[in-house]
């Protein structure tokens, strides 16, 4: 592994840089000062809003890097079962019924996932069951955006009741400042069964002689799917616990069950059962305790969790937040924390908005994975028992959302926190082995909950070893993922859970390695055609991966198998216009599934032909030729990009165009490249960047799908996007900012230079690696792994020669 450089040897090679990227750029070289001015305080930079309206399903609350604690609202539009949105918070719904511990970034559908514990200041008494305020009328409050304030760590509110909420957060904990109006009843409400997707038990405990409160809760899932498929989702994934401390005593107490209350009592328990939506309502147990605000109206709580135990809990607060620590001081923590994360990546130029746009985006990635092992290295196995982290493990970590994250997310992770990669990738295998060998394709905490489709692991640990990342078991999970993709399992011929988490990991795999092609009539998959992409996807991986682990033989047989996306592709196939060859379901007799229609889900996840046929990112050269060449292709992919008069449609909400939203497509732009054209890649990621990322609630197209889509933003702006999984190529695009410095703890630095970087210089008319000029628009995997610099001449018109040589083109 490359030790980190010097900083002599860091100085004189970004210095190198800056004479370089002036040579490039000629007339328009700024000075060198200028060019060095990057971004020291990034958070200054990040709103949390971006992304909370608009389908984005980030949420705005308080969170440090890879946190376990996300303390954040739950929203509401008058029905207690749902939120207005995944996760729990939509910008457009102002009224909430709690401050929930738990979140998910970006999650795709309601409810999300986790959002437990919601914990309420409420102005009143408490005169009936929270619980059978089945229509949030009574215990939830509105608010206005005017009194509302989120930054990395902190995240404060004024509610129209009087109550106000000042958060701050830990990796394992949090402190709150609740301030009342000094002549109303003070209460907070703990909820402890309302989880967004419900919850099977849960319990709370007051303890009036030591000021506190402790409970747990027993839940999982995804997507409300606890009940749907029958009782195959009948089941919980893991138990949060809490313990809670205050700076005064109770002036009253009180729990709930359903829909009775008993003022008094201390103790209280019971869940809401694997009921979902309206089933669900008044349902449910918690507890409130009281105060006398009449002299001095704040109260101050201190909060830890744990998936383990109450004793984890309580022991990860007092390890992590001071007695007599303030909210200003946690946050203070916090805040430097981000920084600290945020500046792996430090840009210098460019606008505010594209500031801001940027480094909120690294944000959202960074957020996970997520923390799940406590202070002590403990957390809870895919078994349901308790364990400790490996040797030279740092910690266990969880919430991979495979499908969404190995296009993206999981390549900038690789590249700016290694560590972090390395110690995840850990953690999935540890999961792997508590779970019969099973590698799910999305982990939420320690549950396997089957979402969407294909074998994300096996390309992602590919490409977490490709990059450069080797603090993990990489040959015993590598055997593992192997086996998994080679040996079939008895769940792989189960329909259990489809379409959208069948459990089978590699589905009927038996039938796979006899046709080389998910049949659609037999596949027990949400899709055949899909199937067959995303596991030639991954198989390709495994060869990539094989062969740079020497083991040959199993290198040629996974390469080989990641060539067959061409068995579903269907050269007949066509669009009614002219134009044809489409990916194509396909039963097991060999025969197309008819009808067909580019515009149709049949026989894909979450997607349409039109986009799945260009989701060959391992063989594109194949694809094309597969098409007809190169330039049938390219003038394809123009169409999947334009509408017919050649506006741009890069939007979404065309069946038969790009679908900026979701992750299928998301690789399509940088596809030219490789067709020879590599212009069009940047003409088209910056009119992409331009229109459907921005600042604001509605700064992102879709789904962030646990920081993909913000990933993918990243790369772009840097002027950089993996190739495909299991490589650590680099496709090279036009850079936002004039300049920009990876720092990377381990592998060397990467420097990016591109002095002419406007709004009006989108193309690239020159390149140069390392100080030598290149004349093709990728760079191999020696800049990843071993740092190094690229400067770039940027134009205002495309340079339709550079990078366009077949010898050159990336593969």
């Not at 982990?443 to 489709?453: E, K, P, S």
């Not at 140069?768 to 628009?777: K, L, Q, Y």
């Amino acid at each position: 592994m490359p030790s980190r450089p010097s900083p002599a040897r860091r100085h004189a090679a970004r210095a190198a840089a800056i004479v370089l990227a002036g040579v490039l750029a000629g007339a328009v070289t700024p000075p060198a000062a200028q060019a060095e001015v990057l971004v020291t305080r990034p958070t200054a930079y990040v709103d949390p809003m971006i992304g909370t309206a608009n389908g984005g399903n980030t949420y705005p609350g308080a969170v440090r890097p890879y946190g376990m604690m996300a303390w954040s609202p739950t929203s509401t539009t008058g029905d207690q079962t749902s939120t207005g949105a995944a996760n729990g918070y939509e910008y457009g719904v102002t009224r909430m019924r709690g401050l929930s511990l738990t979140h998910v970034n970006g999650a795709g559908c309601n409810p999300g996932a986790a959002g437990d514990v919601p914990i309420m200041p409420f102005v009143g008494d408490v005169t009936s069951s929270p619980s059978a305020d089945t229509k949030d009328a009574v215990y939830a409050s509105g608010f206005s955006h005017d009194d509302e304030r989120a930054v990395p760590g902190r995240y404060t509110v004024g509610l129209d009741s009087g109550a106000t909420a000042d958060l701050a957060v830990s990796e394992r904990a949090g402190v709150a400042d609740f301030s009342f109006p000094a002549d109303k009843p003070a209460n907070l409400l703990f909820r402890v069964s309302n989880s967004l997707n419900g919850s099977e038990d849960a319990e709370i405990e007051i303890d009036t002689a030591h000021r506190k409160v402790t409970g747990s809760v027993l839940t999982g899932a995804f997507c409300g799917r606890r009940a749907n498929g029958g009782t195959n989702n009948r089941k919980s994934y893991y138990r949060l616990y809490f313990s809670a401390s205050f700076d005064r005593a109770f002036s009253t107490t009180g729990t709930w069950r359903d829909g009775t209350l008993a003022p008094g009592a201390t103790s209280g328990s019971g869940g809401e059962g694997y009921a979902t939506g309206a089933d669900r309502a008044g349902r449910g147990s918690g507890g409130w305790v009281g105060f006398d605000t009449t002299a001095d109206d704040d109260v101050r709580m201190r909060i830890g969790i744990s998936y383990v135990s109450r004793a984890g809990a309580e022991a990860n607060l007092r390890q992590e937040i001071a007695p007599r620590a303030s909210v200003d001081d946690v946050a203070r923590a916090g805040s430097a924390a981000w920084d600290r994360e945020l500046s792996s990546a430090r840009v210098g130029g460019g606008s505010e908005a594209q500031r801001t746009t940027f480094y909120t985006a690294l944000y959202h990635s960074l957020m996970q994975p997520n923390l799940i092992s406590d202070r002590d290295g403990r957390y809870p196995g895919m078994d349901g028992k308790p364990h400790r982290v490996t040797r030279g493990q740092k910690a266990q970590y969880s919430n991979f959302s495979g499908w969404d994250q190995y296009r993206a997310q999981i390549q900038l992770l690789a590249l700016l926190k290694p560590r972090i990669a390395g110690d995840f990738a850990q953690s999935l295998y540890n999961f792997a082995r508590q779970n019969g060998g099973v590698w799910d394709r999305w982990v939420h905490v320690n549950g396997a909950t089957h979402v969407m489709t294909g074998d994300p692991t096996a390309a992602t640990l590919a490409t977490f070893y490709a990059m450069g990342v080797r603090n993990f078991d990489y040959e015993g999970a590598f055997e593992s993922l192997a086996r998994q993709a080679t040996v079939p399992h008895p769940d792989g011929l189960s329909d259990a859970g489809c379409p959208g988490q069948c459990t089978g990991q590699r589905p009927n795999l038996a039938q796979y390695l006899e046709s080389h092609y998910a049949a659609q009539d037999v596949c027990h998959c949400w899709g055949g055609a899909a199937e067959t992409l995303e596991d030639a996807v991954a198989d390709a991986a495994l060869g990539r991966w094989a062969r740079l682990l020497g083991r040959d033989e199993e290198a040629a047989a996974f390469e080989e198998r990641g060539l067959w996306w061409r068995n579903v592709f269907n050269p007949g196939a066509g669009d009614g216009a002219g134009t044809t060859g489409y990916i194509q379901a396909r039963n097991l007799d060999g025969s197309w599934v008819t009808p067909f229609n580019p515009g149709s889900d049949k026989g894909f996840a979450q997607g349409t032909s039109a986009t799945y046929t260009w989701m060959v990112p391992q063989d594109v050269q194949g694809l094309a030729e597969a098409m007809g060449g190169r330039e049938t292709a390219a003038k394809r992919l123009d169409a999947f990009f334009h509408k017919a008069d050649g506006s741009w449609s890069v939007k979404g909400g065309d069946a038969l165009r790009y679908d900026p939203t979701n992750e299928p497509g998301i690789h399509a732009p940088w596809l030219y490249n490789a067709l020879g054209k590599p212009w069009k890649t940047q003409e088209t990621v910056r009119e992409i960047v331009d229109t459907v990322y921005g600042t604001g609630p509605r700064g992102l197209p879709g789904n962030d799908d646990l920081g993909t889509m913000s990933a993918w933003y990243v790369f772009s702006a840097l002027g950089l996007y993996p190739q495909t999984p299991g490589s650590a190529a680099m496709l090279l695009g036009t850079p936002l900012f004039p300049s920009a410095v990876l720092e990377r703890s381990q592998g060397g630095d990467i420097r990016i230079g591109a002095p002419a970087a406007d709004a009006t210089h989108p193309y690239i008319d020159a390149v140069t690696v390392d100080g030598r000029a290149v004349d093709r628009s990728w760079v191999d995997a020696r800049l990843v792994t071993g740092g190094g610099s690229v400067a770039y001449r940027l134009a205002e018109a495309p340079n339709t020669s550079w990078a366009t040589g077949a010898a050159g083109l990336p593969r």
